[in-house]
T-cell receptor, first 111, second 112 residues
Framework: QQQVKQSPQSLIVQKGGISIINCAYE??????FPWYQQFPGKGPALLIA?????SEKKEGRFTISFNKSAKQFSLHIMDSQPGDSATYFC??????????FGTGTRLTVIP | NAGVTQTPKFQVLKTGQSMTLQCAQD?????MSWYRQDPGMGLRLIHY???????DQGEVPNGYNVSRSTTEDFPLRLLSAAPSQTSVYFCASRNTGTTEAFFGQGTRLTVV
């Protein structure tokens, strides 16, 4: 059973456009929601993360929006660039426990 | 600092063979874990360890064994490889009480 559901599976965006990836969870014990970025042949690396006490977190062109009541969160990439082309994973963690990942979104930014 | 180092990077096994995937970290992290990555499935937790001598099962532990004799090393053993274990395996570590997980570069395993 997938603890974190992620969509879409793949996304193609024009350079300069906005990329949006959505995730949903059920376990209310989760209290940490990171996004990881993975380039081909590499391991995932932390991109940005949020805790449920805030509704939005922005770091540069990357923003997480968090809706606690709906148990949903999303990643927005503004002004998408070809260098953003990668696979993005949302994840969720409860306390000091394990990290559960979504199924991933392959983002392609077309020049 | 090398971070998290996994060896080998690629491996081909025959069905029924055994092997050990190595993982070492030099950040003195207590928590280490193994994930497998399959298309459309994301990363699924195989086994994890919260410190030397302590290991536990994750979401998909069947067919895999782990041990943690030192803080630095967390090897993953395939006892009798099966084609269903064809995957990319990632080792990760973090400090207990912190949240950022650091991943190795992965081992691509093919079982024929």
């Amino acid at each position: 059973q997938q603890q974190v559901k992620q969509s879409p599976q793949s996304l193609i965006v024009q350079k300069g456009g906005i990329s949006i990836i959505n995730c949903a969870y059920e376990n209310t014990a989760f209290d940490y929601f990171p996004w990881y970025q993975q380039f081909p042949g590499k391991g995932p690396a932390l991109l940005i993360a949020i805790r449920p006490d805030v509704s939005e977190k922005k770091e540069g062109r990357f923003t997480i929006s968090f809706n606690k009541s709906a148990k949903q969160f999303s990643l927005h990439i503004m002004d998408s660039q070809p260098g953003d082309s990668a696979t993005y994973f949302c994840a969720a963690q409860g306390g000091a426990n394990n990290l559960f990942f979504g199924t991933g979104t392959r983002l392609t930014v077309i020049p | 600092n090398a971070g998290v180092t996994q060896t080998p990077k690629f491996q081909v096994l025959k069905t029924g063979q055994s092997m050990t995937l190595q993982c070492a970290q030099d950040m003195n992290h207590e928590y280490m874990s193994w994930y497998r990555q399959d298309p459309g499935m994301g990363l699924r937790l195989i086994h994890y360890s919260v410190g030397a001598g302590i290991t536990d099962q994750g979401e998909v532990p069947n067919g895999y064994n782990v041990s943690r004799s030192t803080t630095e090393d967390f090897p993953l053993r395939l006892l009798s490889a099966a084609p269903s274990q064809t995957s990319v395996y990632f080792c990760a570590s973090r400090n207990t009480g912190t949240t950022e997980a650091f991943f190795g570069q992965g081992t691509r395993l093919t079982v024929v």
